[in-house]
Every structure is written in structure tokens, then in C-alpha cells.
């Protein structure tokens, strides 16, 4: 029998960006999968996921022990469609989760499965699906703020093997979005970007809540916040002994930030 020592578990945002990127090779695949293999070597016990498309009136989360991935787009055609991720759900972990809560605060939902935000990233991260996942919604009756001190209260999950990862993107618009994946980016996606990376880098939590101000780029990179949120609950989790590191840069269809960083 193998024994190895459960390490606190650290903390991930990933830019999802296209569905498309679950089934197409990319230097942000590659940089996902490379990151997989090392994730693994200090195995989670399950996956903790919050994804830009999952933003309902309430906090739910997924209560099922199915592979039940959801096709919650349309327009990319047939191979995209049929594309299987045959990850399980776990029900323990999904009432641990409510443990935390106060009664009521968080509801289950036992038919619904995991969304493109989640699978399309997992699909590189843990190929093999070995993990169970579980998904939490946000809740668009609250503000960012209170998004983030109700997320805190997870951050204890991470020491009993629950990996936790945020799934939207830092510059989300599809004004002037470009057909090429490679496209350069807009100057004022990149300055968008890298004032909210500064904010990482200085563990600005207030910064990053009250992104509107760094001025006019951020009515065009964040036209809406679901996107922008899962940034938010992935900070939530921070510890002070937690080091930055920026696993992917870059952008893709010139308004879509793929930066992915660990927490850990």
C-alpha cells in the first residue's frame, strides 16, 4: 500500500476562454496540460470548482454522483458536441461544503452537472477525469464584495484535500472580438490586464473589487462580471503564505485574457 502526506491544497484560476479549447491544441493547452502533471503529483481528493456560467439568484451546488457535462453553448459544431469528460460528482464533498454554511444559505441542485467553464479546462488539467468535481454557483443577487467574504469561508477545504479553482476571465468582451485565436490583443484589454495582475502581485483585494477604477478600460474589458467573479473567488482563498505564480499569459480572439495563475 502507498501512503503519502496530504499537502495543503493550492488554489487556481484558469482563463477558459473558447469552449473550443477543450478540444484544440494551443500553447494554452499545452501550458494547461503541464500543469495537470504536476498538480497530480500531490493528488486532491476533489475538485472545487466556480465557473463564469453558473450565476443564478441563489448559492447552489452540485449534488450528484453522475458524469453529466452540459453543451451550454451552440454554434460549434458536431465534434465539439460529442466531446465526453467522464469526471464523477461526489455528494460527501457537496454536503461538507454546505457544513459550512449556515442552514439554508447554500442549496443543492442533484441533476445538474458541470458547465464548459469547468470541463473544458479539466479536460487538460486532469485528462484521466480521476477526480471527483463539484461546482458552486455565484449568486448575482450579492456584490462582489460580499462574493468575497462569503467565499473565504472555504479556504479550510483546502487542508482536507480540496482543490479550489475559478474558471472566467479577466478581459471577457466580444466587442471587436477578432475570428484569428492569435490575434493581437487590444491596447486597452492588455492595460486592463496588467492593472489587475499589478493588483494580484500587491494582494489588493479592495483594488480588484473596485475594478472600475482603473478607468476606461475596464468598461471594456468587464461589460459584465460573470466573467470577472471566479477571479474574485479564487483571491478569496488567499493565505498570506501563498506565493503568485503566473502559469499562462496571453490572449486569444484579441478581448479574451487567458491569464491563469496558482495559489499556493
Aim: charged share 25%.
Amino acid at each position: 500500500m502507498e501512503y503519502y502526506i496530504l499537502r495543503t491544497q493550492p488554489v487556481l484560476f484558469i482563463g477558459h476562454g473558447s469552449p473550443m479549447n477543450a478540444i484544440e491544441k494551443s500553447n494554452f493547452t499545452e501550458a494547461l496540460n503541464a500543469w495537470g502533471m504536476r498538480l497530480i503529483k500531490n493528488p486532491p481528493k476533489v475538485l472545487l470548482c466556480v465557473s463564469a456560467h453558473w450565476f443564478v439568484d441563489r448559492f447552489i451546488v452540485t449534488n450528484n454522483e453522475d458524469s453529466n457535462i452540459m453543451y451550454d453553448f451552440f454554434g460549434f459544431g458536431d465534434k465539439l458536441n460529442k466531446f465526453k469528460y467522464m469526471y464523477k460528482g461526489s455528494k460527501k464533498w457537496s454536503k461538507r461544503i454546505q457544513e459550512i454554511y449556515d442552514q439554508g444559505e447554500i442549496s443543492t441542485d442533484d441533476a445538474r452537472g458541470i458547465d464548459h467553464g469547468v470541463w473544458s479546462v479539466l479536460a487538460h488539467l486532469f485528462p484521466k477525469a480521476q477526480i471527483p468535481v463539484v461546482q458552486l454557483s455565484m449568486n448575482k443577487k450579492l456584490s462582489l464584495e460580499e462574493h468575497v467574504n462569503f467565499y473565504s469561508n472555504l479556504h479550510i477545504l483546502r487542508d482536507e484535500g480540496a482543490l479550489i479553482l475559478g474558471s472566467g476571465n479577466i478581459v471577457h468582451s466580444f466587442a471587436g472580438i477578432r475570428e484569428e485565436i492569435e490575434a493581437n490583443p487590444y491596447d486597452w484589454a492588455l492595460e486592463f490586464d496588467e492593472k489587475v495582475k499589478a493588483s494580484i502581485l500587491n494582494n489588493s483585494i479592495s483594488d480588484l473589487i473596485h475594478y472600475e477604477n482603473f478607468g476606461h478600460c475596464a468598461k471594456l474589458a468587464v461589460p459584465t462580471v460573470e466573467h470577472y467573479l471566479p477571479l474574485l473567488f479564487a483571491m478569496s482563498l488567499k493565505r498570506e503564505s501563498d506565493k503568485i505564480k503566473f502559469v499562462f499569459e496571453g490572449f486569444q480572439y484579441s478581448t479574451l485574457s487567458m491569464r491563469c495563475f496558482e495559489l499556493s
